[in-house]
């Protein structure tokens, strides 16, 4: 059977910030699910289980002062992380390192090639989360411990990670900034939080070229974020050729949202799915994670991730090509 996209969903996200009143709120999984089934998206595509990262894999990304900072601060009771803007409840570090070792579950199907692509429903988000400091709502980098676990464990060299949530993926970027072999893409409102994603700011040493920042003015949209994807990230993977693409999915660029003033609407995502999946086809065997990050507005984020996860269940038309087409 052809492998299909594969979804994690499940309530033990739900649990971070229960009963907080707080806009990265456990109703968003609810959102998601919601969209899903409406869409009717819910049953007829795969599922990915969750798992918690060992302490070994946050350290992937995280110092083990880090990590000791976090289980200190939960375990203390207090209401938010000591290295920044970040709410915890007591159960924090154990579902933030479930929103990791779901992503990298998922990373795993993905790349075993026992689904072909995959949108994971995770959170606390964790674009934020630099290797010593969480921020920004976010605990654990999940997506920068996806990658790397994707070239330990998969032998995957080049990755891509696309974020088009409507703040600068900061902590991504730090993680990798002098990493010649993880490719960060962002595209991002300016200026707003965190400050960070400058079009100067493209990598340092051996990493230099290898982080693209896009920043836009309140009120951008399809234009200027499918076309950084088109005319910018396109022709740079030409030459990166990434085998794996993961997705930063931050549904707060979405027209509508509480903290962002971008004017993205369902289709556009639909849309820049489709750029990021014939990326993928042309360079990666197809092979798609999408993580989800930000978005607030409820009923957005339901239509916007249907959207998402609607296009990567279809075809591309490059995915019939020999190049696509994977055991
Ligand atoms: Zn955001």
New binding site residues.
């Given amino acids: 059977m052809e492998a299909k996209t594969a979804l994690l969903i499940d309530p033990i996200y739900r649990e971070h910030l229960a009963g907080r009143a707080h806009p990265e709120t456990p109703e968003r999984i609810d959102a998601v699910v919601e969209g899903l089934q409406q869409a009717g998206l819910l049953d007829r595509l795969g599922r990915i289980d969750r798992r918690a990262a060992s302490e070994e894999e946050l350290l992937l990304c995280h110092t083990r002062e880090y990590l000791r900072t976090v289980r200190r601060d939960v375990e203390s009771g207090h209401r938010y992380l000591s290295t920044g803007d970040t709410d915890i409840t007591s159960n924090s570090f154990e579902i933030a390192a479930m929103a990791a070792g779901g992503a990298m579950n998922a990373v795993d199907a993905v790349a075993g090639g026992k689904a072909r692509n995959a949108f994971c429903a995770v959170r606390p988000?964790g674009?934020h989360a630099t290797a010593s400091r969480g921020m920004?709502f976010c605990v654990f980098n999940s997506v920068a411990i996806a990658a790397r676990h994707a070239q330990r464990r998969h032998g995957v060299e080049r990755v891509l990670i696309v974020d088009w949530?409507?703040?600068h993926g900061n902590g991504t970027q730090d993680i990798f900034y002098s990493d010649p072999t993880v490719f960060f893409f962002s595209t991002h409102q300016w200026p707003l939080y965190p400050g960070t994603g400058r079009a100067d700011e493209t990598g340092a040493g051996a990493g230099l070229g290898t982080t693209m920042n896009f920043p836009f003015p309140a009120g951008s949209g399809r234009k200027e974020i499918l076309g950084a994807v088109e005319n910018s990230l396109a022709p740079a993977m030409e030459r990166f050729r990434p085998e794996l693409v993961l997705i930063s999915a931050?549904f707060?660029s979405r027209i509508g949202d509480l903290?962002?003033r971008f004017t993205l609407t369902d289709r556009d995502f639909a849309d820049l799915t489709r750029a990021l999946m014939e990326i993928a086809d042309r360079h990666a065997g197809g092979r798609v994670v999408s993580l989800l990050?930000?978005?607030y507005n409820l009923g957005g984020l339901a239509s916007a991730s249907a959207a998402h996860v609607e296009a990567l269940s279809q075809s591309t038309v490059a995915s019939s090509s020999p190049l696509a087409s994977r055991a």
Avoid: M, R
């Fill in positions: 988000p674009h920004g949530d409507v703040h931050g707060d903290l962002g990050e930000g978005g």
